[in-house]
C-alpha cells in the first residue's frame, strides 16, 4: 500500500500563488505516475497535472501557463505550484499515485481545500 498526504491548502486571493505538496510513504518504490486532481462542489474530479517517472507532464488545459508539477524522488514527494489563481480555481485538491502509466492512479491522499476570493 501507499499513503499519500496533502499539505499546503488554504485561503487565497484571485491572483495569488499557493504550493501544495503531497509526500509519499509505504510501498513507493514501484509507483510510476503521480499527479493532482480537484473537485469542486458539484463538479466531477478533474485531472489538474501529472508527471510519469520520467520528466513529461501534462496538464488539464485551464491551469496550463499558470500552474506547475514538479517530483522529488528523493523526498517521494510531488508538488503542485499554482500561479496567477482564480475562484474557479476553489476545490478540493487530491494527490494520486499509481503503479502503472495512466490515470488515474490507484492511491489517493485525502485531500486538501483550496479556497480563491474574488
Known amino acids: 500500500q501507499v499513503q499519500l498526504v496533502e499539505s499546503g491548502g488554504g485561503l487565497v486571493q484571485a491572483g495569488g500563488s499557493l504550493r501544495l505538496s503531497c509526500a509519499a510513504s509505504?510501498?513507493?518504490?514501484?509507483?510510476?505516475?503521480m499527479g493532482w486532481y480537484r473537485q469542486a462542489p458539484g463538479k466531477q474530479r478533474e485531472l489538474v497535472a501529472g508527471?510519469?517517472?520520467?520528466?513529461?507532464?501534462n496538464y488539464a488545459d485551464s491551469v496550463k501557463g499558470r500552474f506547475t508539477i514538479s517530483r522529488d524522488n528523493a523526498k517521494n514527494t510531488v508538488y503542485l505550484q499554482m500561479n496567477d489563481l482564480k475562484p474557479e480555481d476553489t476545490a478540493v485538491y487530491y494527490c494520486?499515485?499509481?503503479?502503472?502509466?495512466?490515470?488515474?492512479?490507484?492511491?489517493w491522499g485525502q485531500g486538501t481545500q483550496v479556497t480563491v476570493s474574488s
Open positions: 508527471i510519469p517517472s520520467g520528466s513529461d507532464t
Open positions: 494520486n499515485a499509481g503503479y502503472f502509466t495512466s490515470f488515474p492512479g490507484r492511491f
Open positions: 509505504g510501498n513507493i518504490f514501484d509507483i510510476n505516475v
